[in-house]
């Protein structure tokens, strides 16, 4: 299989529970990268409802076992919509990567699951799926993500290192650098956010920041939830969902709050940066968390340095993440680590991924 450039289609579906991104990549797993075509299906809101009342459990039940099959067919719709766009059929695709949706990420138990049937979609579609690309990870003694690290290296070139900042349910960074690579998730993205404005029945998010920016931070409690010991661990590092709550923003306007959940985040980041190898001049933001200018504005002044989206770079923000697991799939096939003592602390490069075969 080396030097062999492989047609993959990635799909991922996020900590913010937006919905499904498929995204055609061509690659050989290593420095041939040629991102294609994407697109996106929102989660229909039972769907949606389903998933979110399952974050948090570690056995299968009646509603797990549902919610798999509807996430699976959701995936299906979002492949075919994709081949059908572009005038393709699963002959033109070597293999799937179907990370499915996180519910539960406990590492420090050795256990995180990411739900959906590998073995339904290879069959429906026709083409090989790689999947469950994390346990391995966390089975080793990883933390099981970040995993798109090892794509963002693929894709940046350059001497002068960079920070590729991923803003989705949870935020984590990439620092990536001539010879290294450190990744590790900064603390919450948008999730709290998101549940704070759903609660005010306001809404999924805070669309470009507005409730945030007429609002004014409450500094005491963005205190308070920065001195979690998360916060001063070193890395490798991660977070689930459901690590942070909103029980310290009871008392607060919707606009004190979005706000001060902003600058939980944004503060979070600017942490991070005690744990580069170097300084860096230029983030790089991926994510949902990209499009909230006041979000963007904040994370600016904060870091001192230039924040732009990915697109200034030319990349796809919104396909980045689905893009990095059709990556990975085809590193899996390759047998080539997904993950690396310096991305997840795993303690040696790990390889992954399950292989699923239709019929």
């Known amino acids: 299989m080396t030097n062999r450039v492989f047609t993959a289609i990635g799909l991922m579906s996020g900590t913010s529970l937006d919905g499904v991104d498929a995204a055609l990549i061509r690659t050989d797993g290593e420095s041939v990268v040629d991102p ?3 697109v996106s299906i929102p989660y229909p809101d039972d769907l949606r409802a389903a998933i979110r009342a399952l974050l948090g459990v570690t056995s299968r039940g009646k509603a797990v076992d549902e919610a798999v099959r509807s996430l699976t067919k959701h995936h299906i719709q979002v492949v075919n919509k994709l081949l059908k766009e572009n005038t393709l059929n699963n002959s033109n695709i ?3 990567g179907f990370h499915g949706h996180t519910i539960t990420h406990r590492p420090e138990d050795r256990f995180t699951w990411q739900i959906g049937d590998a073995a339904m979609l290879a069959q429906a579609l026709g083409v090989e799926v790689v999947a469950d690309f994390r346990g391995a990870d966390v089975a080793a003694g990883g933390q099981g993500a970040p995993f798109a690290p090892l794509y963002h290296r693929a894709l940046c070139h350059g001497d002068e290192p960079v920070a590729v900042l991923n803003i989705g349910g949870v935020a984590n960074v990439s620092w990536v650098g001539d010879d290294a690579l450190v990744a590790f998730d900064t603390g919450p993205g948008n999730a709290l956010i998101d549940d704070w404005v759903a ?3 306001r809404g999924r998010f805070d669309a470009d920041g507005l409730f945030a920016r007429a609002g004014t931070a409450n500094g005491a409690i963005v205190t308070r939830m920065l ?3 998360y916060f001063q661990a070193p890395p490798p ?9 909103l029980a310290a923003l009871q008392n607060l306007t919707l606009e004190d709050g979005a706000a001060t959940l902003t600058e939980v985040t944004v503060e979070a980041v ?3 940066r005690a744990h580069f190898p170097a300084p860096v001049s230029r983030w790089l933001v991926t994510g949902g968390g990209r499009h909230n200018g006041f979000l963007m504005g904040r994370l ?4 001192g340095a230039t924040v732009e989206p990915v697109e200034a770079v030319g990349w796809q923000g919104d396909a980045l993440e689905a893009q990095a697991f059709g990556f990975l799939a085809v ?3 390759r047998g080539l680590p997904l993950s690396l003592p310096a991305t997840t602390g795993v303690p040696a490069p790990q390889i992954g991924g399950r292989l699923f075969k239709p019929g």
């Open 199 to 201: 609660r005010h029945d």
């Open 36 to 38: 294609g075509p994407w």
């Open 227 to 229: 001195a979690a010991p």
């Open 270 to 272: 600017a942490g991070a």
């Open 237 to 245: 590092k991660s977070l689930d969902r459901q690590d942070f709550d």
């Open 300 to 303: 600016a002044a904060r870091l």
């Open 331 to 333: 590193r899996s096939l």
């Open 94 to 96: 070597d293999i799937i």
